[in-house]
């Protein structure tokens, strides 16, 4: 195994990265071995995001190498043979209804992912009702509601308030964020948290599933 | 290439003075009475003493971001305030006259919907066209440049808006794409070939719902007018006037997109930074031209993607940085006042952003830290900002107090500072809105 992909793709190098990884595939290396290097780099890149070394360019290169290399792993996989890497919880999260905004909720995502979650994004302007849905469909212990505008905490709180309504509210815990939310909202909303940005987010939720 | 926009020349001084000297005439504005222009005069007084840092005004000048809350607060949808420009109008009065901020800011950016749906925009969705009536308009992201196209945007930045940009964002303007290229028609020989796709109909159809939304800009455009002549004429100056983007977000927002943006950091950091100072003149001239339209010295020039979180310190001091000092020095060279408007936070930033000329800008901030803001940039620009709009939205009155009360402390003493708020104030609760602005008025003497 090449031991520099790691290395490769937690120093942005994506080129070498991509060759690393394709050079091993050829030579007949474990599919499930390369994807386990890029599951460590990206650890490696979440670890030093949560320290201020990394910010948001770097997460998202992160994120395209692993999508390049996953793909090019793919032909190598037997079949049913996907990593299978245990996972310490779930988390549905979406965008509220009447916001469009993604970037900070796939952030949250992408580093919950790299943290050993199971997400299930419901991506953006999603209904209070495909909430609950979710919830019951998926049962995660994490609920998270994300809302850049000012005019969707409304919105927020109606989940929220949906999620009571329909009876599973106390299955989860609700944390909220983006750039129109602070403490303040998620008591406004009901929520259970706030987190200020991504690296919150995750510790918030890796309590919860703690217990 | 001869290095421009590095400091400022002699006559930037002697320029903003001119300029402030015509904003504080208020020269041709119908003034109802005399105590309102007496008004007028004492907060464009206030804001000139805060900016130019030479004496503390006598009082903090109150100049929130309305955003949308007005058309809220008068119980309109967002739709009805996109189409009625009458009721747009009585919207605007109503806030100035219950509220009485120190300035209020012209509602340009209520922009009119019958423009947008005679060029069929596409990288916009508004009230009643995919959100609904009582939503704002939001942006869609996208790649509207690809990757391979930057060299393209270097060698040619209006040719690639005009025949690339446009078609793709104006579902109307998509035959655009068969536009000539400009300095290809020089010659004799090269005039038919040049007209040739003015004489295609589709080309001329384009035309037709250009000035279709021309004529429906200019009927707007006439009531924004009025609107501003009259709230102004009771006494209130505008906060700003005009527009202009740093070249780092004009890619970042709208051509490459956030994560288009952030990846050619790594992938594409030459061309990157060469569009970046490719777009500075166009900026610079974008800023002057809108100030002139809208008779303004204060450009609003919201910033975005050099936020803290969104990239390093380097990356900062590398690709955001030099090209938006460029264009402040541009502006300010012109004798304007770039309003710089930091969303986000921009505590990691406080250090760079002070290498700017005295008394020249306004740093608005957003969610910064302003005890360190005074401490740092202050001492250079004065500062606005920064009540939280989570606070306006979901607090009570008494909260809101407190937090102003605060704020004034951290940010209001030796002048310097303009009150406001972090963000347009749109979802705040008009009690609220009401506590601030009368807390601030009042407790803001200096000293």
Known sequence: ?211 | MKERWTQVGPEAEERQEQRFAAWLSGEGLPFSRDEAKEAYRERVTLLKEAIQLKKPPRRIPVCPSPGFFPIQYAGLTMYQAMYDYDKLAQAWRRYCSDFAPDAYTSPSTIVPGRMLEALDVLFYRWPGHGVGEDQEYQYVEKEYMLPGEYQNLIDDPTGFFLSTFFPRVFGSLKPFEGLPLLPGVNEIPCLPPAMAPFGRPELRSALEKLMEAGQETVTWLAAVGRINQSVMAQGFPSFSGGFTKAPFDLIGDTLRGTRGVLTDIFRRPDELKEACQRLTPLMIKAGISSCRAAGHIMPFIPLHKGADGFMSDQQFRTFYWPSLRKLIIGLVDQGLVPLLFAEGSYNRRLEVISDLPQGKVVWWFDQTDMEEAKRTVGRVACLAGNVPLALLCTGRPDQVVDHCRKLIRAAGRDGGFIFSTGAGMQGARPENVKAMIDFAKEHGGSG
């Open chain 1, 1 to 211: 195994m090449p031991p520099d992909l790691v290395e490769a793709i937690a120093g942005m190098r994506e080129e070498e990265a991509k060759a690393l990884a394709q050079e091993a595939l050829e030579a007949g290396k474990d599919p499930l071995e390369v994807l386990e290097q890029c599951r460590e780099a990206m650890e490696l890149v979440g670890r030093w995001f949560e320290e201020g070394k990394y910010f948001l360019p770097e997460l998202i290169m992160a994120g395209e190498m692993l999508k390049t290399i996953s793909k090019m792993a793919e032909p190598y996989l037997k079949q049913g043979s996907g990593p299978s890497s245990e996972r310490i919880g779930r988390v549905v999260i979406g965008s509220v209804a009447g916001d469009i905004h993604d970037i900070g909720k796939d952030m949250v995502a992408f580093l919950l992912e790299v943290n050993g979650f199971q997400v299930h994004d419901l991506g953006v302007d999603v209904d209070p009702q495909r909430f609950v849905e979710a919830v019951k469909e998926f049962q995660p212990q994490v609920v998270g509601l994300s809302a850049l505008l000012s005019t969707v905490l409304g919105a927020m709180k109606e989940t929220v308030a949906a999620l009571v309504e329909a009876g599973v509210r106390d299955r989860v815990k609700i944390m909220v964020g983006g750039s129109a939310v602070d403490e303040g909202v998620a008591k406004f909303a009901g929520a259970d948290g706030y987190g200020k940005d991504a690296v919150a987010a995750v510790s918030l939720a890796k309590g919860w599933v703690r217990g």
